[in-house]
T-cell receptor, first 118, second 112 residues
Framework: ETGVTQTPRHLVMGMTNKKSLKCEQH?????MYWYKQSAKKPLELMFV???????ENNSVPSRFSPECPNSSHLFLHLHTLQPEDSALYLC?????????????????FGPGTRLTVL | GNSVTQMEGPVTLSEEAFLTINCTYT??????LFWYVQYPGEGLQLLLK?????DKGSNKGFEATYRKETTSFHLEKGSVQVSDSAVYFC???????????FGQGTRLTINP
């Protein structure tokens, strides 16, 4: 496997189910991200992990629970979701560090998990 | 706060047509600007970037110039191909920050 992989690619769940999304990066990066992509809305950053510590949480409801056991893996645990949570969930990774003016540590994205909540 | 506004889609063009997708931004300081592309069934890929005013990013025939005076970063291509059909996202990153702020995306369809 290369790049950033996500499983499953598609998930249908009821509001009372518990499920988890998995992301794995094979790029040697030390930062990972979860984004939510809804129809006709900008990409929303949900969580950022750097060196396995959460560094940003953008007011995401507690029914979404991230976990980063190591720098290569990122999970998003889901429970008691609502139909409006149906979206494409994208994972990304990058190298996080001291910034040099003009430099950019590109974020590499996975293909996403298409989630449908019934 | 920072924000990015893209032209509403969808945009439909014929092959070999000229493409412009407008992008304007609101930011404090001196952000870096990006265009990402998302092909069907795939994640986002960085298409091009510009890190300071008057920089021109280019890749695969696409170009965008960082215009600080108009706070814009419009994407252009002189002759589009069917394979350019995708969703295009404009984004900014504040100087020294890690977080990307995205526009809502513009779906582009190129007909043969």
């Amino acid at each position: 496997e290369t790049g950033v992989t996500q499983t499953p690619r598609h998930l249908v769940m009821g509001m009372t189910n518990k499920k988890s999304l998995k992301c794995e990066q094979h790029l040697g990066h030390n930062a990972m991200y979860w984004y939510k992509q809804s129809a006709k809305k900008p990409l929303e950053l949900m969580f950022v992990y750097s060196l396995e510590e959460r560094v940003e949480n953008n007011s995401v409801p507690s029914r979404f629970s991230p976990e980063c056991p190591n720098s290569s893996h990122l999970f998003l645990h889901l429970h008691t979701l609502q139909p409006e949570d149906s979206a494409l969930y994208l994972c990304a990774s990058s190298q996080y560090g001291v910034w040099v003016t003009g430099s950019y540590n590109e974020q590499f994205f996975g293909p996403g998990t298409r989630l449908t909540v019934l | 706060g920072n924000s990015v506004t893209q032209m509403e889609g969808p945009v439909t063009l014929s092959e070999e047509a000229f493409l412009t997708i407008n992008c304007t931004y609101t930011a404090t300081g001196y952000p870096s600007l990006f265009w990402y592309v998302q092909y069907p069934g795939e994640g986002l890929q960085l298409l091009l970037k510009a890190t300071k005013a008057d920089d021109k990013g280019s890749n695969k025939g696409f170009e965008a110039t960082y215009r600080k005076e108009t706070t814009s970063f419009h994407l252009e291509k002189g002759s589009v191909q069917v394979s350019d059909s995708a969703v295009y996202f404009c984004a900014l990153r504040e100087e020294g920050a890690q977080k990307l702020v995205f526009g809502q995306g513009t779906r582009l369809t190129i007909n043969p």
